[in-house]
């Protein structure tokens, strides 16, 4: 580490404990950085596609995960180094916002990185490469607004949505029945959707998994799946047309906050207190049974008298339903969270057609169906798989097809996938570049080859030749002024995405380049990185 | 490059080295668990690191693998199958794990021939579609006939135990798990069969109990057995019952009162023993304990009380005599009580037990299990939970097919034929499963000390006919036909075998890359 002194030779110390920081300063902080950016996108890259393979990962607690996502990927990684981490982060914010296509922002983030380091080691200034990234960037996105076609859908017409979710699906592990989850996921979208306001909360979708049975057995439930059964093992296992009382406050007698105590000094009281306690039990089922409620739902747990006492007056109950769920219930049955039993009224009470009750495998597991609510705006898409690793696996790629058909929604505009759209950009901003005179245009033109990088990583992974097929791709284009061509991935010998339904959403796409770009961006201009070095 | 990518201890493979650590760690499970396959197939002691080293000894494949500490996450995988095949079906978990691995083993060599696991991957999931319904074709379903069922089912239940422990009594144990399981007239409902365990005497000596067995002791001075009995089922405490309202205490100043208090409490545990009294029963049983002084008072009323029966015990009861479990006595004309014949203490081996018979619900029955040792017993338990799990099933689903490596040929034969009209690298693949298809009778056979080639080749050559039985006859040796043997199978486990296995090995195949986090230091303890 180079050292300042002064006229008697000693050092003078800048940073605190500056001997044992290590620091990379200008040419050798970029290209470290780059590298380790590169290094991220590398793992992620095999992953793209419909041919991509899984990773493995292993936590720290010995737990496997098995995943295709790229967000999921680099989140159980626990990437140390500090740009990996900026890349992480690209992933999630892409995650976030969009929902799929984390894998492609992170290649994308790379490849537009590795042309930039050969573009330092020509000695461009970093600043002039990020702002040639930006103009070609914007060259880009306005690209692909041309080529985006909006598509018609209704509630009636679900097929092209169901087409995009598809192509979302196809490169995860459950792509063996991607038309059914696809389908699942479309109308759970349609059901909770606002037509009229372009919007959808995907909160009233619940995803629940089970172990066990098979993909096939996925299921969409219009209603609510809870994880719970009945508080007593004698209640009735199915209740029709159910009135559902939900309670966050325990069947206990009362715990004011404030610290008190009652003092018991003669035997009048002991036995007043005592029969003060059976009366608490007995008023608060009483008060359920008066407003009508033929099911309780509670966020607490029972006393065992007043579960009982439930029971005993054919009041079914379930207790310890978590706060997420309890909210879901009320939006679908239309009831009323009540928080204290006072203010229990007829009116504050849910609806459902059915309630009931069913058992799964050899072991006791069991799980409440609610069903047929008053409002069907809530929904639960029940995951069956094999194993552990598959329910979550499928968890996600479940989670990636509804923010597709979301975005859908929104915004339906459209372009082809399979790396047409990577291919057509690449091309138009080529064309610009030569119109962009100065240092930019070297940068505008790397970011052209940068855009190459992911259908080359398709080519890669589905095994074919990745410069062969790309040329021949971009030159097909170029010849065909057709900008629907891509990588044939799945082999059926057209490269034209129209033809094969391979869709993605514009504003997946647009997101992609604009995020890579402005994380390019950012890792370009650090030019000094200070670490402390190994502590012991 | 300087910077590091991880955490320190964090190992990243990738590639050839990803795929060959999860080949060898899937490998390495597989060939632990082969050898328990099969009718001859072998145990395995496991011993526990906790303290007390306690032994177990066992041929159940969930039962192996979920003792096993595994750091390979390719063999978590496989453990994870194993555990929900016993979840869902209840048998078949070694099968599922050989399956799998066999797959694995398969698609090892077509991946060294450079075909690309995406490919193989495509040719299994042709292969298991046709393996399916070749098999769902070949079903033989007999609900028609209640007697031909019986033997089905008597014949699925031997088959299961055939390589378990209670193979010497399978004839006595098939007929027990099958009794009970009729008893419960297609409910499937396995909580109605309870499995009490009692070390002594011979496995000959198990037996079937209809009705209830309850592991507890009547009260003192209490009657020994009651006919017609009405039971009440309650949770209640039994002590001094407390008063719940939070922040109460008691605050005396004196002696006195101190006895007043006392004599309160007293008094509210004999309203109480009253109320419980005025339900007209003759017999109670709580689930928490009862003291000694309301058990006077239950003894003074004639009455057996029984205290501090488990939760498992409690609702069992109450669901095989029909009664409600109770925690308040305020009201009894409305309270459903249970009703059974007879109540009695009854003795197995040293141990006094109490049995309710004549329970209303005709569902419930009790098989005692008897056995030389705990370790014995314990093995002989899980041996018929598996038992008792695939005739519940198959009560569900009634279809059957013959067992023996008779399933595995049949389909390997069939998919061997569709890999044949498949073009391309897929078709290799869709060969390779049939291999691995057939590895599985070959496994069995050479666990059974037999020519594994010999005997797979004849079976081959028998297949090629129409409508053929055959299968290893392991007892002799030879090729024997299935029908005859009577060794048959549940179509819902082979399915649920083939099936789970198959989506594993894609599982694995797909992974190219396997990154280990560091694992989480553990803060020294003091």
Redesign the interface.
Known sequence: MALAFDEYGRPFIILREQEQKTR?KGLEAQK?NI??AK??AR?LR?SLGP?G??????????D?T?S?DGATILE??????Q??KLMVELSRSQDYEIGDGTTGVVVTAGALLEQAEILLERGIHPIRVAEGYEQAARIAVDHLSKISHSFEFSSTNIQPLVQTCMTTLSSK?VN?CKALLAEIAVKAVLAVADLERKDVNLDLIKVEGK?????EDTELVYGIVVDKDMS???MPKRIEDAKIAILTCPF?????KT?????????EK??A??E???K??DEMVQKCKDVGATLVICQWGF???A???L??RGLPAVRWVGGVELELIAIATGGRIVPRFQELTPEKLGRAGIVREKS??????RMLYIEQCANSRAVTIFIR??????VEETKRSIHDALCVARNLIRDNSIVYGGGSAEIACSIAVEAAADRIPGVEQYAVRAFADALDGVPMALAENS?LQPIDTLTAVKAQQIKEKNPHLGIDCNDVKTNDMKEQNVFETLIGKKQQILLATQVVKMILKIDDVITPSQYS | MADKLFKDDAVEEKGERARMASFIGALAIVDLLKTTLGPKGMDKILQSTSRGHSVSVTNDGATILKSLHIDNPAAKVLVDISKVQDDEVGDGTTSVVVLCGELLREAEKLVNLKIHPMTIIDGYRMAVECARSVLEKRTRDNRADPEKFRQDLINIAMTTLSSKILSQEKEHFANLAVNAVMRLKGSGNLEAIQIIKKAGGSLQDSFLDEGFILDKKIGVGQPKSIQNAKILVANTAMDTDKVKIYGARVRVDAMSKIAEIEAAEKDKMKQKVQKILAHGINCFVNRQLIYNFPEELFADAGIMAIEHADFEGIERLALVTGGEITSTFDNPESVKLGHCDLIEEIMIGEDRLIRFSGVEMGEACTIVLRGASTHVLDEAERSLHDALCVLCQTVQDSRVVWGGGWPELLMAKHVDELARKTPGKKSLAVESFAAALRAIPAIIADNAGLDSADLVSRLRAEHSKEDCMSGIDVLTGGVGDMEQLGIYEAFKVKQAVILSATEAAEMILRVDEIIKCAPRKREERM
């Open positions: 990379a470290a590298m380790a290094s991220v793992i095999t041919k393979m899984d990773k493995m990962l292993q936590s720290g607690d010995g496997v098995i295709n159980q990684m626990e990437v140390e180094n740009i990996g592990i063996r172990v066990g049975g098979k993909l007593h093992p004698q206990e007698p009362p715990k004011p610290k008190h105590k009652i003092d018991i000094d003669s035997t002991f036995e207190l005592r003060a306690e059976k608490y039990f006393d065992d008298e579960n009982h006492l029971m005993h799964f495998g050899t072991t006791k597991d798989g094999a194993s552990k690793m598959m095994g």
